[in-house]
């Protein structure tokens, strides 16, 4: 089955600073990344999602990139705001009709400091 | 905004007890996920629902758990006899129809907390 690693597991930065956040995979077959925001007691949130048939994505100050080859993607988030402390996790799965089943890493715990 | 709603929010139980926690999906959604995270650990899949019956299912998801769809609008998780190890955070997750529309879309979790 697919296995994800996410590193690191705490990212500590500044204000205004950007936050980079990486995630490996293992399964060939996964072709759909999404990456989730978690804020204390809340459910994981849809931050923006890839395919691998994209090598970038961007909106507003989140930007994922991946790379199909090495298999692996990353998340960067520019002009850290208070408001982006959470925990971050990164998923994989087959995009074929009826999976969806993601597999999650273990999550980065980000904390912009004031 | 259409969500994912899950009750109960917190339910403590004793050992061996039954629990059934309860989900209302995104009304127009067809595929049904149940995750789990135990504290300080990563999310972990265990069971997706589609067209009336498990389309996939994990190891974690054995002869304890059952989901069902009893009407229209719920889903829902039953664990026969908990465990101790069967304490976390269950989340529900439902996604719509089309073929390349990925978005899992959460609730915010019931508590499970097994004594």
């Known amino acids: 089955g697919e296995n994800v690693e996410q590193h690191p597991s705490t990212l500590s930065v500044q204000e205004g600073d950007s936050a980079v956040i990486k995630c490996t995979y293992s399964d060939s077959a996964s072709n759909y990344f999404p990456w989730y925001k978690q804020e204390l007691g809340k459910g994981p949130q849809l931050i923006i999602d890839i395919r691998s048939n994209v090598g970038e994505k961007k909106d507003q100050r989140i930007a994922v990139t991946l790379n199909k080859t090495a298999k692996h993607f990353s998340l960067h988030i520019t002009e850290t705001q208070p408001e982006d402390s959470a925990v971050y996790f990164c998923?994989?799965?087959?995009?074929?009709?009826?999976?969806?089943?993601?597999?999650f890493g273990k999550g980065t715990k980000l904390s912009v400091i004031p | 905004e259409p969500e994912v709603t899950q009750t109960p929010s917190h339910q403590v139980t004793q050992m061996g007890q039954e629990v059934i926690l309860r989900c209302v999906p995104i009304?127009?959604?067809?595929?049904f996920y149940w995750y789990r995270q135990i504290l300080g650990q990563k999310v972990e899949f265990l069971v997706s629902?589609?067209?009336?019956?498990?389309?996939?299912k994990s190891e974690i998801f054995d002869d304890q758990f059952s989901v069902e769809r009893p009407d229209g609008s719920n889903f829902t998780l039953k664990i026969r006899s908990t465990k101790l190890e069967d304490s976390a955070m269950y989340f529900c997750?439902?996604?719509?129809?089309?073929?390349?529309?990925?978005?899992?879309?959460f609730g915010e979790g019931s508590r499970l907390t097994v004594l």
């Open positions: 997750a439902s996604r719509g129809t089309p073929l390349h529309t990925g978005e899992l879309f």
């Open positions: 998923a994989a799965s087959p995009s074929g009709a009826g999976s969806y089943q993601l597999t």
């Open positions: 009304s127009n959604h067809l595929y």
């Open positions: 629902f589609y067209n009336n019956e498990i389309s996939e």
